[in-house]
């Protein structure tokens, strides 16, 4: 018992383990609140496409001398907006389309990282770098991340609809363009402020895997939301904390938690329907007229 305590309390004895386990909380949170409506929307492509499109952005964000931040987001809008144009101006589908763009953009900015010098770690872009994190980078983290918040849950009845019925949503007069363009910009600052904690590429796992584990363990949104931030936030800390005691990288180590918690919710799910069946099979049974 005393070991398991020293495990969980050892590492906020270090000031840069505090940072990183208060930024992976919120990253945690915001990425969970996201995720409901990408799952509920069917968007997961979309937040893999503009994950991946954020590494040119990046780049020359870091060649103009602004802050990275803006070239990551304003990267992140360019390739939503450009997929929106070639699904509607074209016949190629929609995933068709979001695979070209994010895998032309993430080539494109690979090229521009090996032709020019700079003093980022293509490791620490591609996978985060959450232990490093320093005081300004976790103040911005918590801006971006409060201010999406902030925003998702004033609209979050809107854009519930809107991910739910478009169709509906439009008839009873929503604005559903400026919901469709504002939930991709509101996911793509989600991607901006978790790429410190986990990086371009596992950055998608974040997005996705809290939703669709409260979506299988809830049939209500409200209560979807509150599991998949429980479901979030758990797997960050533990897997900070358990980064830091085997040495290994803490995005790596967060997915791999929320990969366990999606078995265990898929496993739960499963039980849950055999439960239904079996229920279903024996009031057919009772109520057939061979019973009686």
């Given at each position: 018992m005393?070991t398991l305590i020293?495990f969980?309390?050892?590492?906020?004895?270090?000031?840069?383990?505090q940072r990183?386990?208060l930024?992976?909380?919120?990253?945690?949170?915001?990425?969970?609140?996201?995720s409901?409506?990408?799952?509920?929307?069917?968007?997961s492509?979309?937040g893999?496409?503009i994950?991946?499109?954020?590494?040119?952005g990046?780049?020359?964000?870091?060649?103009?001398g602004?802050?990275l931040?803006?070239?990551a987001?304003?990267s992140g809008?360019?390739?939503?907006?450009?997929?929106?144009?070639?699904?509607?101006?074209?016949?190629?589908k929609e995933d068709?389309?979001m695979g070209?763009v994010?895998?032309g953009?993430?080539?494109?900015?690979?090229?521009?990282?090996?032709?020019i010098?700079?003093?980022?770690h293509?490791?620490?872009?591609?996978?985060?770098?959450?232990l490093?994190?320093t005081q300004?980078e976790?103040?911005?983290t918590l801006?971006?991340?409060g201010?999406?918040?902030?925003?998702?849950l004033?609209?979050r009845?809107?854009?519930?609809?809107?991910?739910f019925?478009?169709?509906?949503?439009?008839?009873?007069?929503?604005?559903?363009?400026?919901?469709?363009?504002?939930?991709?910009?509101?996911?793509?600052l989600?991607i901006?402020?978790?790429?410190?904690?986990?990086?371009?590429?596992?950055?998608?796992?974040?997005?996705?895997?809290?939703?669709?584990?409260?979506?299988?363990?809830c049939?209500?949104?409200?209560?979807?939301?509150?599991v998949?931030i429980?479901?979030s936030?758990?797997?960050?800390?533990l897997?900070?904390?358990?980064?830091?005691?085997?040495?290994?990288?803490?995005?790596?180590c967060?997915v791999?938690?929320?990969?366990?918690?999606?078995?265990f919710?898929?496993?739960?799910?499963?039980i849950?329907?055999?439960?239904?069946?079996?229920?279903?099979?024996?009031?057919?049974?009772?109520?057939?007229p061979?019973?009686?």
């Open positions: 005393n020293e969980i309390t050892e590492p906020f004895m270090y000031d840069f383990m990183a386990i930024a992976s909380i919120v990253v945690g949170t915001v990425c969970a609140v996201l409901c409506y990408l799952v509920l929307k069917g968007w492509l979309m893999d496409a994950s991946h499109a954020v590494l040119p990046i780049i020359l964000a870091f060649v103009a602004v802050p931040v803006i070239g987001f304003l809008i360019f390739c939503a907006i450009a997929t929106g144009y070639l699904k509607e101006n074209s016949r190629v068709t389309v070209i994010f895998s953009m993430f080539a494109l900015g690979l090229v521009l990282f090996t032709r010098d700079t003093e980022q293509l490791t620490h872009i591609l996978f985060g770098s959450i490093g994190i300004d976790f103040i911005q801006g971006i991340a201010f999406t918040l902030v925003v998702i004033l609209k009845k809107d854009f519930m609809l809107y991910c019925d478009p169709n509906q949503a439009k008839i009873v007069g929503l604005p559903v363009k400026r919901l469709h363009y504002g939930l991709l910009s509101l996911l793509a989600t901006v402020a978790s790429l410190q904690a986990v990086g371009i590429i596992l950055v998608i796992a974040m997005l996705i895997s809290p939703g669709i584990i409260a979506f299988m363990l049939r209500n949104f409200d209560r979807m939301l509150i998949a429980i479901a936030v758990t797997s960050s800390v897997g900070t904390i358990i980064s830091f005691h085997i040495d290994g990288e803490t995005g790596a967060i791999i938690i929320q990969a366990i918690f999606f078995t919710a898929v496993i739960y799910d499963q849950k329907l055999a439960r239904m069946k079996k229920h279903r099979k024996l009031t057919k049974n009772i109520f057939s061979l019973s009686l």
